[in-house]
């Protein structure tokens, strides 16, 4: 081991073990450690403690120790992590290309247990249940049967994979979501090895929002299934060495002011300063003043503000929520010592870390607020989400607008039905307090809970067409809404808990009730979606609801009750009560009635008993799944699972980098395309591609379930590319009206046909003709999806062409063997006028590839003229150029297995 003078006991009260020692790493080298980011520190000590002189070499752990704030960022850290995190959407295709790995191992004569996952790893089922049954004390079970039903082969597949890996656990549904799984169960604060040797936990995941559990001072982010996979099977992940932006908190938030209101203040500061793939680390008097729930609904939303990280140093908060959430002592006091070890425990004022750039944020300036109608990071102060809507309501969509007549905005359509009644735009038709960003925080829940008390008690009641739901993060939070007597007041406004997982914000609304799906489509009303979680991108909640709102789950409560966004609730009767109006102020919690019941949720007796039920208890309905058994998988006939093609022309030897000629263009897309655009989480449309494909294998509608539970089965994904119903391609010309057309559709060249882009890609390749997509600028925002590369690769696209990329999605095309490139300076598509009627030559690849080149794109237009453009090649790294040159980073990993197999 290098740097073996490092390695220093950690005595404890019931152990001994030791650690390796960043001070004293500092004191080796003369370097400044104790200046760091404690985010750099953690993965500094990873690179220390995995030297091995030949993956991990002596450069690596100088090159970290050694961070400049203001450094070029040439570095490239192997980082390896302590363990693996999954989600059941991106947890099930993961699982498939592994099975489908082993079985090539043992068709080439190796072992196919060759292909184990080296370090921990957990997946949490919590993205497949729909709210198909709310308003009810019994949708919570009816919902979960219907969601056994609906996901028994992914489930059967699932439990395949328990027995086949070693180190492959399943938390099955009904727990709740896997970031306060993750938070509450799965994170250990620090681990220890074989050899007694202690260290930090760290981890990635494929849920982008893995960062909460940043939260509590682990380093961690979201990733494609496809790089997790390879983090699983012993690879570091590789990263650039990244500028850390530090965010000085200071003051304390006002009376009324949420923890999500602080968080959606965040999201739109830090989205301005462009933190895209930067490590955020908060410090100063403000952060150390913050609770572990607020701390951790900020770490959640770092892809909002597009960082890697938004991390929080480990403090006595952080060992208080440890103690709350039933830690054993010997597991705190491990963790506290090991921090104070390696002088990180507690909150660092801005003066003590060197910082690439300070950010200053006073807590006081915080005001109410939402965000929406479309991106999660366009803050609306709460005074201001009438005016907006109504200002949106009639502006192009060039300017986020909705394009519509300003005369239709009062108007009121008829329903059709037995019930009547009438439609509005701006009606809210979602109000949902759902898991992700919210539910891990208990003085918002119990805002919530008591603005449906006081709501209750003055006699004013939910319109019964708005679909209301509760999907607490954690079972836990049924506990302590149950003690403090709340629950009962949300249920009497339909806010039932109708489930635990990741619900409205990933597209599992469920259906509205068909009266109201009519007079939305066939009035085109603008409707709208309230809901407390953090992702609000266009046709992700419902694809009938256009105007969706993030705010925090008191105010979903109290939208819930006015029926409407357009209502100022500051300064307007939220409704009519037993004894005239009722305003916002009537009904708001102070904060010393919240503080009264916070401690509620701190019970660690209860967090002990619900998750040791996971191993001995998970539920009659887990209980009856029936796995198959066998180290290699036999793939069923099955419209879930299919063993996925990534492997099918597999050989030892790779190939030659393919050439990009006479390319036609397949999309070309404006700014903040998301990844929700390019690979759709949600319904699945009749008509669409992959509604015909499962029509076609007898599968009747009701069965569809959504793309995202059908992500094992490549046929229906890569028949979704593209395919959600508002993305928009700008090679079809607008509508009579001007509106830009919305929909999966291309023109195809030089036919001149409009079809589906997926029918469109299948007759470029019978043609041999490559194809590319042209993007604006942030290409990728959102989920981490690793289907919208691997779509986007089984369609035939070669190269993907952008203002800008968001991290994981950029990452997620290398490891998939598709060129992402970037404009330079000011070109763009509109700058060089591409229409999609060219043809198109990328060179500059021919004699190797080296990290952030310039390529030339020529565009070959139709009058004979042609132009060469000079772009960016976005492969950043040494490794990520080995995985291009691989074909992806799936197969670069097996050869790299089976090679030492010999």
């Not at 192997?78 to 099975?99: K, S, W, Y």
């Not at 005074?383 to 300017?399: G, N, Q, R």
């Not at 003690?483 to 997982?501: M, N």
């Amino acid at each position: 081991m290098v740097y073996s003078n490092t390695l220093k006991s950690l005595d404890l009260k019931n152990a001994q073990g030791s650690y390796y020692s960043l001070p004293e790493l500092g004191k080796s080298l003369g370097a400044a450690v104790n200046r760091l980011p404690h985010s750099i520190r953690i993965v500094l000590e990873s690179v220390l403690r995995n030297c091995d002189g030949k993956r991990i070499t002596e450069e690596h752990v100088k090159q970290v120790a050694n961070w400049a704030p203001q450094a070029k960022r040439l570095d490239e850290i192997p980082f390896v992590v302590a363990r693996v995190v999954l989600q059941d959407f991106t947890g099930v295709p993961l699982l498939a290309d592994i099975a489908a790995m082993r079985g090539i191992a043992q068709k080439n004569g190796h072992n196919p247990k060759l292909i184990e996952p080296m370090v921990p790893v957990d997946l949490v089922v919590d993205h497949s249940v729909m709210i198909d049954y709310f308003g009810t004390k019994d949708a919570l079970d009816l919902n979960m049967k219907v969601e056994f039903e609906r996901n028994r082969e992914r489930y059967e597949f699932m439990k395949w994979g328990m027995q086949a890996f070693d180190t492959f656990g399943v938390v099955p549904p009904g727990f709740g979501i896997v970031h306060q799984v993750n938070l509450e169960y799965l994170a250990r604060g620090v681990f220890r090895d074989k050899n007694s040797v202690y260290y930090p936990d760290s981890l990635v995941g494929t849920d982008s929002h893995t960062t909460m559990i940043n939260g509590i001072g682990v380093v961690g982010w979201g990733v494609g299934g496809i790089e997790a996979e390879a983090a699983m099977l012993g690879q570091p992940v590789y990263i650039l060495t990244p500028d850390v932006i530090g965010v000085e908190l200071s003051g304390k938030l006002n009376p009324g002011v949420t923890a999500t209101d602080l968080v959606l203040t965040v999201t739109n500061m830090l989205r301005a300063q462009n933190v895209v793939g930067k490590f955020v680390e908060f410090c100063g008097e403000g952060t150390a003043s913050l609770s572990v729930p607020d701390r951790a609904t900020i770490a959640n939303m770092a892809p909002e503000y597009g960082a890697t990280m938004g991390f929080f140093p480990v403090d006595e908060k952080t060992i208080d929520y440890f103690k709350g959430t039933g830690r054993t002592e010997d597991e705190i006091e491990a963790f506290q010592a090991y921090f104070e070890a390696q002088e990180m425990f507690g909150v660092p004022s801005a003066a003590d870390i060197d910082f690439t750039t300070l950010l200053k944020l006073d807590l006081s300036s915080i005001v109410p607020s939402v965000a929406g109608p479309k991106r999660p990071q366009d803050l609306i102060k709460l005074t201001e989400v009438k005016s907006t809507f109504d200002h949106l309501f009639s502006k192009p969509a060039s300017e986020d607008g909705f394009n519509k007549n300003p005369e239709s905005l009062n108007k009121a359509y008829e329903l059709k039905g037995e019930n009547g009644g009438t439609l509005k735009n701006g009606d809210i038709m979602i109000a949902a307090i759902t898991s992700c960003t919210n539910t891990s925080n208990p003085s918002v829940l119990i805002a919530a809970g008591l603005v449906a008390k006081k709501a209750v008690e003055l006699g004013i009641k939910v319109d019964p067409k708005i679909k209301t739901s509760l999907a607490p993060g954690s079972r836990v939070v049924t506990r302590y809404l149950t003690e403090t007597g709340l629950l009962g007041y949300l249920e009497q406004l339909g806010f039932d808990v109708a489930a635990y997982g990741c619900t409205t914000c990933i597209g599992n609304a469920g259906d509205l009730a068909p009266e109201l799906n009519q007079a939305i489509t066939e009035n085109e009303l603008i409707c709208s979606a309230v809901l407390s979680g953090n992702r609000n991108f266009e046709a992700r909640i419902h694809p009938n609801i256009k105007a969706n709102f993030l705010a925090s789950p008191p105010l979903v409560v109290a939208y819930a009750l006015a029926g409407t966004i357009r209502r100022d609730l500051y300064n307007e009767p939220i409704g009519e009560g037993t004894n005239g109006p009722v305003y916002l102020k009537d009904i708001w919690p102070s904060n010393e009635e919240v503080q009264v019941l916070v401690s509620y949720a701190m019970n660690p007796e209860a967090y002990r008993t619900n998750y040791a039920q996971v191993k001995n208890n998970p539920g009659e309905l887990w209980n009856k799944i029936k796995g198959v058994t066998g180290d290699v998988y036999n793939w069923p006939e099955s419209t879930y699972i299919a063993e996925p093609p990534f492997f099918d022309d597999f050989s030892m030897t790779p190939g030659s980098i393919p050439t990009i000629k006479g390319a036609r263009a397949l999309g070309i897309f404006g700014d903040s395309v998301t990844t929700d655009h390019i690979s759709p989480a949600g319904s699945i449309a009749e008509t669409s591609p992959a509604g015909r494909w499962l029509k076609e294998h007898n599968v009747k509608k009701p069965d569809f379930n959504s793309y995202g539970s059908r992500r094992g089965n490549h046929e229906i994904m890569m028949r979704g590319t593209f395919a959600n119903v508002r993305i928009k391609n700008l090679m079809i010309p607008p509508l009579a009206n001007g509106a830009l057309y919305e929909g999966g559709d291309t023109i195809h060249k030089p036919s001149g046909e409009q079809m589906p882009i997926y029918t469109a890609a299948m007759l470029y390749q019978s043609e041999g003709v490559p194809t590319v997509v042209f993007g604006g600028k942030e290409y990728g925002t959102g989920s981490s999806r690793d289907w919208a590369a691997k779509g986007t690769y089984l369609l035939g696209v070669k190269a993907v062409i952008t203002r800008s990329y968001e991290r994981i999605h950029r990452s997620n095309l290398v490891g998939m063997g598709v060129l992402p490139l970037q404009f330079q300076g000011d070109d763009s598509v509109e700058s060089l006028g591409i229409t999609g009627d060219e043809r198109y030559d990328i060179s500059g690849l021919e004699n190797g590839i080296k990290p952030q080149q310039e390529v030339t794109l020529t565009i070959h237009r139709e009058d004979g003229s042609s132009q060469d453009v000079k772009l960016l090649l976005r492969i950043d790294t040494p490794i990520e150029v080995e995985y291009y040159e691989h074909g992806g980073i799936l197969p670069y990993v097996l050869r790299e297995l089976l090679a030492q197999d010999v």
